[in-house]
C-alpha cells in the first residue's frame, strides 16, 4: 500500500527556490514513505493479536488499518497547513502594518526635526 503523500507546492523562484522545492519535495516523500511503514507496522502487530484470521482475512484488515491511518495522517498534514497559511496571512498582516507605522513615524520625526531647525534657524 503506497499511499501518495499530500502536495503544498510553492512557486519557485530562480535556482535556489528550486533546490528549495526539491529538498522539502524529497523530505515531504522521505516522510511519507515513513508514515506508510509505521502505518503498516501498526497494523501488521494489531492482526498479530487476531491469530484467527485467515490469511486473507489479515490482509484485507491490515490493509483497511494502514490506509485509515493514512487518511488520519493526511487529514493532520493538510490541518496544519491550513493553519500554517492562516498564520502566515495574520503575521504578514501585523509586519505590513508594523512597516506602514515605522515609515509613518520617520516621515513624522523628520517632519518635525526640519520645522524645529527652520524654527530655530529663523530665530
Known sequence: MSE????????????AGEADAGLRQLEGYL???DQNRQARRAAQEFADLLPWLTAAQRLDL???????????????LEQFREHRERLREQYGARYHRLRVRCVLTALLSTAV???????VARH
Open 62 to 76: 491490515e490493509n483497511h488499518l494502514a490506509h485509515t491511518q493514512l487518511q488520519a495522517t493526511r487529514r493532520g
Open 31 to 33: 516522510y511519507w514513505q
Open 4 to 15: 501518495r503523500p499530500p502536495t503544498g507546492r510553492a512557486p519557485s523562484v530562480g535556482a
Open 113 to 119: 526635526c526640519v520645522t524645529v531647525l527652520l524654527a
